[in-house]
DNA sequence: GTGACCATGTAACGAGTTACATGATTAA
DNA sequence: TTAATCATGTAACTCGTTACATGGTCAC
């Protein structure tokens, strides 16, 4: 069901081919929120259509159709936005290796904690930039992604804050450790 | 290919049925990390007892039959744990939510921050809670999901320190904003 | 003309949800 | 005896992935 509000929600910001979304699938939407490929986004699209969320505005070159997003398809998507939030149905592989890290003998738990770190630091060089350049180009400091991009400069230096303590944490136990047993205490 | 894991992982940690695997996602795993339901856990055991990951350790009453990990599967879950970090494929409903929230007026996007604040302050209580449990239960501060809890609440104080910041900027364009055009520079 | 990119589609398969279905054990 | 809980399963459906498939346009 998100996608159909992923769709919609970059319909909102403006009309789109099935072409330009699947692009805009593989910038920051795509990379930090929700994932999508152009297999499923044009099947998706014939739906909303049939749902009247969504209208084909322009039909172009190469059999484009540009689709604008309908009364109907912007009342949808602000109903569900306006919803309390919830984290119910997760599925993020990315915690569910942090969460299962304790499995690995602390040696091998504190390289991944340091290449975690190295991680979050691209993501980190990687949303500056972007938030300098949607500064940039459309002089905005809310809109067009600048939101969800301080989001996750946020979201990743908590993560770096996070590996720190963990590799404080195992360091403290490895003296004599075997596995887990001397974390403990 | 995930759930594999997560399964992997819990009976990593101790041999589980069925039941009790069920019972563990709707705990924190379940909560934060990988959602998962019986009519999936089920099937997915009978295939990795079939991948000899896991195997039977006992058989009780009422049908039930406790899991253990094989050498195997452990071999494979350290494997998986080992690899570099990364969001690619990420599907998280949270973030998307908080990703269009600029397609919502002002007003209502600062009543969904006000939400969005609520309820990380919640999970912050829960995983304080849960933190003190397992300190006073298994005496551990990394095991046992502290790790991971630790990372939650380190998630959760971004967030509310992001909503605020994004309460601020909607503030900073609402005198004569129209929708979102107000805000811009 | 040919390689890069624009543009859309479908088929087969695997992952995940919802609902249905069954029966054993235990405590009140 | 009956309600709660333990315990496992399957069928039908939707969602998502991988791979296959086709053809148009444009710059060199």
């Avoid at 789109?16 to 044009?42: K, M, N, P, V």
């Avoid at 504190?110 to 930039?129: N, P, R």
């Avoid at 991009?149 to 195992?170: E, F, K, M, N, P």
């Amino acid at each position: 069901m998100s996608l159909r509000f992923a769709l919609l929600g970059l319909l909102n910001e403006r009309p789109c081919s099935g072409y330009d979304l699947t692009r805009r699938f593989e910038e920051g939407i795509g990379a930090y929120a929700w994932h999508a490929q152009h297999s499923q986004i044009y099947p998706e699209l014939k739906k909303l259509l049939a749902d009247d969320l969504i209208r084909v505005a322009e039909e172009g070159a190469r059999g484009r159709k540009t689709y604008a997003i309908t009364d109907q398809g912007a009342d949808l998507l602000r109903e569900w936005l306006l919803q309390r939030p919830t984290t119910a149905g997760v599925r993020n592989e990315y915690v569910l290796r942090l969460f299962l890290l304790p499995a690995l003998p602390p040696a091998d738990a504190e390289q991944v904690l340091h290449k975690t770190i190295e991680f979050a630091e691209e993501q980190i060089t990687l949303l500056t930039g972007e938030l300098d350049e949607i500064a940039r180009v459309h002089g905005d400091t809310v809109g067009n992604g600048a939101m969800a991009a301080q989001y996750g400069l946020r979201v990743y230096r908590a993560t770096i804050d996070w590996a720190h303590w963990a590799i404080a944490r195992l360091a403290d136990g490895e003296h004599g450790a075997d596995g887990l047993a001397g974390l403990e205490q």
